[in-house]
């Protein structure tokens, strides 16, 4: 089982995990006070990753800053479906004239079976205390939101 992956010039190490899982994680230099963000590749059973899990990541590292943006997009119009229940200044903070969204932190999650997201572990939401927001994508398209607080 490789210790490294190198996919798109960024170092994947392998991380402690449970027996059946393998799991290799990695992070994109960022100037110092900046919010870190990564990628993290996930193999069950325990394995090396194959071909096909090898390209997905490649293109969710080569591509990690578009796709953030895409998910951020996705948040700004889908967050305001009434379901997600945000209060009346949470609402205010998906305004098109704001530069930046309370998201932050992210990290992307590829497994072998061609699923990935993005996950924003930082957020001011309620709906994402306090493990933030996932963006489920299908290939290169963000498909589903969810909030992971306590209360899911």
């Known amino acids: 089982m490789p210790t ?3 996919i798109a010039g960024l170092a994947l190490s392998r991380t402690e995990s449970p027996p059946s899982l393998a799991s290799w994680t990695g992070y994109f230099d960022v100037p110092a006070g900046a919010n870190p963000a990564g990628v993290s590749l996930v193999t069950e ?3 090396p990753p194959d071909m096909p899990t090898l390209q997905l990541a490649h293109d969710v590292v080569s591509r990690f800053d578009f796709f953030v943006d895409q998910a951020l997009d996705y948040c700004r119009t889908r967050l ?3 379901h997600f229940g945000l209060t009346p200044d949470e609402l205010s903070w998906l305004d098109l004239d704001l530069p930046e969204l309370p998201l932050a932190a992210p990290e992307a999650t590829v497994w072998a079976d061609q699923t990935w997201a993005i996950r924003f572990t930082e957020s001011r939401l309620r709906l994402a205390d ?3 927001i996932l963006v489920t994508f299908h290939r290169t398209q963000p498909a589903d939101l969810q909030g992971l607080s306590d209360e899911q």
Do not use: D, I
Request: charged fraction near 25%; aromatic fraction near 8%.
């Open 45 to 47: 059973p325990a394995a």
């Open 130 to 132: 306090p493990y933030g």
């Open 80 to 82: 305001r479906e009434r």
């Open 4 to 6: 490294t992956l190198q």
